[in-house]
T-cell receptor
Framework: NAGVTQTPKFQVLKTGQSMTLQCAQD?????MYWYRQDPGMGLRLIYY???????DKGEVPNGYNVSRLNKREFSLRLESAAPSQTSVYFC????????????????FGPGTRLTVL | AQSVTQLDSQVPVFEEAPVELRCNYS??????LFWYVQYPNQGLQLLLK??????LVESINGFEAEFNKSQTSFHLRKPSVHISDTAEYFC????????????FGTGTRLQVFP
């Protein structure tokens, strides 16, 4: 099993350009997440998808959109990139199978390092 | 809204010395608590978690954390660290509901020196 995969690993954009970060998991997990990691700020949730067909905003959704394409794939789109979106982006997934039973481990991808000039 | 505080951004320590990484959370209601570790240029991995039951939880590589409800803390300890423990450690909290959504602290960088 590959676990959680992310593409690309690195990307440089100019201000105003758009791009989509791809994420896929092969663990048959219901829930998927997008985080950004910035120095001194830990990980902050951008969007999450509790199950196929649903998406919800996290702490810092402005400037981003997401698509839960199917159970395996969850993409993050920057429509008009800004320098403030320079960050490392992580995708994660978790089981979340049983209603009312959280506490499942999140499995993380290797990250995408994005620079916006 | 819940929050997690990791007061120490960096903790330098010599090999074989004990270490404690501090974590406090804000919620006064039931929570699930986690420690994740991030090795250089990698994603995060679960180190250990507290859901219920015994307040002392252990990981397979010698770390342990104790849930203290009265002090709203979940400090991570290891009696003797190795060079390979050099990494960034994140404390996180979630609600015991039907999602696994996490709120992370800002992280503590543990640097182990020979």
């Amino acid at each position: 099993n590959a676990g959680v995969t992310q593409t690309p690993k690195f990307q440089v954009l100019k201000t105003g350009q758009s791009m989509t970060l791809q994420c896929a998991q092969d663990m048959n997990h219901n829930s998927m997440y997008w985080y950004r990691q910035d120095p001194g700020m830990g990980l902050r949730l951008i969007y999450y998808s509790a199950s196929e067909g649903t998406t919800d905003k996290g702490e810092v959704p402005n400037g981003y959109n997401v698509s839960r394409l199917n159970k395996r794939e969850f993409s993050l789109r920057l429509e008009s990139a800004a320098p403030s979106q320079t960050s490392v982006y992580f995708c994660a997934s978790s089981e979340s199978r049983l209603a009312g039973r959280g506490g499942n481990e999140q499995f993380f991808g290797p990250g995408t390092r994005l620079t916006v000039l | 809204a819940q929050s997690v505080t990791q007061l120490d951004s960096q903790v330098p320590v010599f090999e074989e010395a004990p270490v404690e990484l501090r974590c406090n959370y804000s919620s006064s209601v039931s929570v699930y608590l986690f420690w994740y570790v991030q090795y250089p240029n990698q994603g995060l991995q679960l180190l250990l978690k507290y859901l219920s039951g015994s307040t002392l939880v252990e990981s397979i590589n010698g770390f342990e954390a104790e849930f203290n409800k009265s002090q709203t803390s979940f400090h991570l300890r290891k009696p003797s660290v190795h060079i390979s423990d050099t990494a960034e450690y994140f404390c996180a909290v979630s609600d015991p509901g039907n999602t696994d959504k996490l709120i992370f602290g800002t992280g503590t960088r543990l640097q182990v020196f020979p």
